[in-house]
């Protein structure tokens, strides 16, 4: 395996890229945040907070952290302001990895 200096430029970016989204979802909070906008398309903050039991400051922070990274986006409705995933690719991916992960975790066992 290549360390970290003998990447090339290209798969440094990439590694960069990998770690960028990998980090803006590895929460539990964020990914419950997730899983409800994959199931229901697009909520408020408020409709959030009370699904994962949290203060509407910390859901907001999370919204605001994930939104800067293009992971969801917006649609404003008068002073509501709805979230909803940019790309289902992304949740599905996760679900994935999730997948692949236990499978090959549960063989080895």
């Known amino acids: 395996m290549k360390t970290t200096a003998q990447l090339s430029v290209a798969e440094s970016e990439e590694a960069l890229k990998l770690t960028i989204v990998f980090k803006a979802v590895a929460n539990k909070t964020r990914i419950t945040v997730l899983h409800l906008l994959y199931k229901n398309g697009e909520m408020n903050v408020n409709d959030i907070c009370r699904k994962v039991?949290?203060?509407?400051?910390?859901?907001?922070?999370?919204?605001?952290?994930?939104r800067n990274l293009g992971i969801l986006k917006i649609r404003r409705d008068g002073k509501n302001i709805y979230y909803s995933l940019n790309n289902l690719k992304l949740y599905e991916s996760m679900l994935n990895v999730k997948d692949v992960h236990f499978a090959t975790f549960k063989s080895q066992a």
């Open 53 to 66: 039991k949290c203060e509407q400051s910390l859901v907001s922070h999370h919204l605001s952290g994930m």
